[in-house]
């Protein structure tokens, strides 16, 4: 059941439409996230639905009702900010008991609930200490115990971790779903990072230019992109253009120019495709296989190219090979794969190819 709806919503900041006619529908209980480029419109989105901002049209409905006039503090939602924005003259435990001190809860509602949410954050050691005593993995389990101890109906999260450092960033990822997990309530992810979109969501809304591209679970974003927008913006992909020779329920037959046929999955819709239409086939790095030159491969989509360059990253190399029209590839080879011992050089000619169900055919 949805718990929260935003319905035709647009913002406007003078001429320009930071969110344009937006609508969504967001499950009770589930890991939403908002992704995009900076200026794409998530955060103006986050602010109306925090009630920091007003909609110029269209509205906002928490179960089922208009959050239209409604101020910030009478929502039944929290906001998390990337700053943090805890007050430095406050304990640990007097920052997180802070919303329920200003809803005027009873003494012993407040010491029973602020000793709930410190051993869920795992603070209770760290009841006494104050801001800059913290790490900064502390001080966000300290936004997040404030934000969840009056048990939100949402809890909204702009960037939280984009002031961590990678190795912390993915510690608190973790965290970040267990918590979320364990307490069920809905959170609302704001983030320009592909990486933690992925880790954390049930679903995510890819928005550009004030619009939403996509919406959809983070496997079909990935690996069903709607656009080239979407195929561009989310992990790394080649984008091969070409032309469309054949549509059946079967299989796509592709024209790429100075390469020849590829054959692709089949298209959600072939009849709307044409002969003739122009477009771009999308591959993912690690659905490209690389072998030696002559070697044989068992695959329907088989060419020819030449190593132009290679980044050895532990688990994995990546190569970039130039095929016959030009065009430069990228494949993404497990170094742990069994029976793998060939390790290519610039230059060298080789094999590479894909499987006939790999890929996904993208208007443009």
């Known amino acids: 059941m949805a718990i929260l709806e935003i319905r035709n919503v647009t913002r406007r900041f003078g001429d320009l439409k930071a969110v344009d006619d937006v609508s969504l529908s967001i499950e009770a209980g589930e890991f939403f996230t908002l992704l995009g480029p900076s200026g794409c419109g998530k955060t103006t989105l986050l602010r109306m639905i925090a009630g920091f901002d007003e909609p110029d049209a269209g509205a906002l409905f928490l179960d089922g009702r208009p959050l239209a006039g409604i101020p910030p503090e009478k929502r039944p939602v929290h906001t998390v900010f990337q700053s943090y924005a805890l007050f430095p003259h406050m304990s640990v435990a007097q920052n997180i008991a802070f919303p329920l001190r200003m809803?005027?809860?009873?003494?012993?509602?407040?010491?029973?609930?602020?000793?709930?949410?410190?051993?869920?954050v795992h603070l209770a050691d760290k009841a006494r200490h104050f801001p800059h005593e913290l790490s900064g993995g502390q001080k966000q389990r300290v936004a997040l115990a404030r934000g969840l101890i009056n048990r939100p109906r949402l809890l909204l999260l702009d960037e939280p971790l984009g002031a961590l450092d990678a190795k912390l960033r993915e510690q608190m990822e973790r965290e970040l779903i267990a918590l979320q997990r364990e307490v069920g309530v809905t959170f609302v992810f704001v983030t320009h990072s592909q990486q933690e979109a992925l880790a954390l969501s049930h679903h995510i809304a890819v928005m550009n230019a004030g619009h939403i591209e996509q919406a959809d679970t983070p496997e079909r974003i990935y690996s069903h992109p709607k656009n080239r927008f979407v195929a561009d913006f989310i992990g790394t992909i080649n984008l091969l253009p070409v032309e469309v020779r054949a549509a059946t329920p079967d299989g796509l037959d592709l024209l790429a120019g100075g390469l020849g046929k590829i054959v692709a999955p089949p298209p959600a819709d072939p009849a709307r495709l044409a002969a003739g239409e122009r477009g771009s086939f999308a591959l993912r790095p690690e659905q490209v296989r690389v072998v030696a030159h002559g070697e044989p491969q068992d695959l329907r989509n088989r060419f020819h190219g030449t190593v132009r360059d290679s980044l050895y990253l532990g688990d994995v190399t990546v190569y970039k090979v130039e095929l016959a029209n030009g065009v430069l590839l990228e494949a993404l080879l497990a170094n742990s794969t069994p029976g793998r011992a060939r390790v290519f050089a610039v230059g060298d000619a080789v094999g590479v190819g894909w499987r006939h169900d790999a890929g996904v055919y993208l208007r443009d």
């Open 103 to 120: 809803a005027g809860r009873s003494e012993d509602e407040i010491r029973r609930r602020l000793g709930e949410t410190l051993e869920l």
